[in-house]
């Protein structure tokens, strides 16, 4: 069978690729989908609300893709997150704007995305072949033979967007990455990313579910300090999750160490406030002078626990031993990572098809002629706040809006 596009993989990179690609075209695109329906990642984005993109300007957006922003610059200036939502506003759907920035539709619901999607496929007779996981792709005579588990397909064109290795029961297995290595791409190590990370020897799991705001968080490889930043987490009964960890978790390895600073004062300036409030209240027991401290009690108490401090004790027995220990541990409380979650609870892939391979202005392979690829297929990865899903839209844009050039010839 032939076609003069197959795409593989029908969530939103494929999809959003194959109607540029077929804007002012009536040529046979054909997407190849494992699945029995589209999107099914999709779906689930956003907790099933669809978190599609940021508000702001778009020069905001780079700092949200760690050290592989620059590749991103053509793609997300070309096709931004106004246009992204234009594309879907002129077609019905009204978004909202979160407190955080983060956009999503008005109904809450990602299936309006899906099938906003799916209409403008249909109207441009794109098929889908659903049921038809790709297992082979090898290119012969300028044309791309794809052997799915019944049939063979043929075309000129062929565009890998089939995701990356995260929630692996949507069916995004790691397959592309297959497909890019077999025409002759190096493939970036993929591993978890926009993942909460478990914690070895971990002391906390009873206090599950505290949020830890704005705290400033260090980390620490060998001893050296590698990066310091500010953001919120959260206690979990594992390890450590939140914004503050998943947005970073692309730097994260097993055997670091992550250091969390509990209040806002330096060593000096805690001890110097602990004593004030001692020398002032020191009737008080220790556990009643430290929650006046922004911190949660449960905590305040399991990290006397772990200091082997009584804190029924009045304050003003504290010795300076355990004073100074009370203020290690609220200053800098440590965390040996012992893995990141695997790919059932992490949100995207970081790793990849080497950017360095890919034309950033049309997604093609500067390997393999007439070979394109867009989404978390490419060693890209955003933080949460609708950075990825902006991402997969702006490379499948370029992507189709090239094929459609090529296809019109």
């Known amino acids: 069978m032939k076609a003069e596009l197959i795409i593989c993989g029908a969530g939103p990179a494929g999809l959003f690729a194959a109607i540029q690609a077929a804007k002012n075209n009536d040529f046979k695109i054909l997407i190849l989908e494992k699945n029995h329906k589209a999107g099914q990642k999709l779906l689930i984005s956003g907790s099933g609300q669809c978190n599609l993109t940021h508000a702001g300007d778009i020069s905001n957006f780079f700092d949200h893709y760690g050290e592989n922003y620059n590749f991103l610059m053509g793609p997300l200036y070309t096709f931004d997150n106004k246009k992204l939502m234009h594309f879907f506003q002129k077609r019905g759907i009204e978004f909202r704007k979160a407190r955080s920035g983060k956009i999503f539709p008005q109904s809450n619901k990602a299936a309006d995305i899906l099938n906003i999607l799916l209409d403008e496929c249909q109207k441009r007779k794109i098929k889908i072949k659903y049921n038809s996981p790709v297992k082979k792709v090898i290119k012969k005579n300028g044309l791309f033979e794809i052997k799915t588990k019944n049939k063979t397909y043929k075309s000129k064109y062929f565009l890998i967007a089939t995701g990356g290795k995260s929630f692996p029961n949507t069916g995004s297995t790691g397959d592309g990455f297959k497909m890019a290595q077999a025409l002759g791409h190096k493939i970036v190590k993929p591993q978890p990313a926009l993942a909460p990370v478990i914690i070895k020897n971990y002391k906390f799991k009873k206090l599950s579910g505290i949020s830890l705001r704005d ?195």
Do not use: C
């Not at 947005?247 to 004593?275: F, M, P, T, V």
């Not at 008080?284 to 929650?291: A, G, H, Q, R, S």
């Open 215 to 409: 705290k400033e968080i260090s980390l620490w490889r060998k001893g050296n300090l590698l990066k310091t930043w500010s953001a919120d987490l959260i206690l979990t009964h594992r390890g450590l999750s939140g914004p503050g960890i998943i947005n970073y978790s692309r730097y994260l390895k097993k055997g670091d160490l992550i250091k969390i600073k509990l209040l806002k004062y330096n060593q000096a300036e805690l001890e110097k406030n602990l004593l004030k409030r001692i020398k002032r209240e020191g009737r008080l027991n220790l556990v009643n002078l430290l929650i006046q401290y922004p911190l949660a009690q449960r905590l305040i108490q399991k990290i006397l626990e772990l200091a082997k401090i009584d804190g029924s004790q009045n304050a003003a027995h504290l010795s300076k031993e355990q004073r100074k220990e009370i203020i290690q541990l609220f200053s800098s409380l440590e965390f040996e990572i012992d893995s990141l979650a695997n790919y059932h609870q992490s949100m995207v892939t970081k790793g990849g098809i080497e950017l360095s391979q890919i034309n950033p202005q049309i997604m093609e392979s500067k390997i393999t002629k007439n070979l394109f690829a867009a989404g978390e297929v490419l060693d890209i990865d955003g933080d949460t706040g609708g950075y990825n899903l902006q991402a997969a839209f702006a490379t499948a844009y370029l992507a189709g809006s090239e094929l459609a050039k090529r296809l019109s010839i």
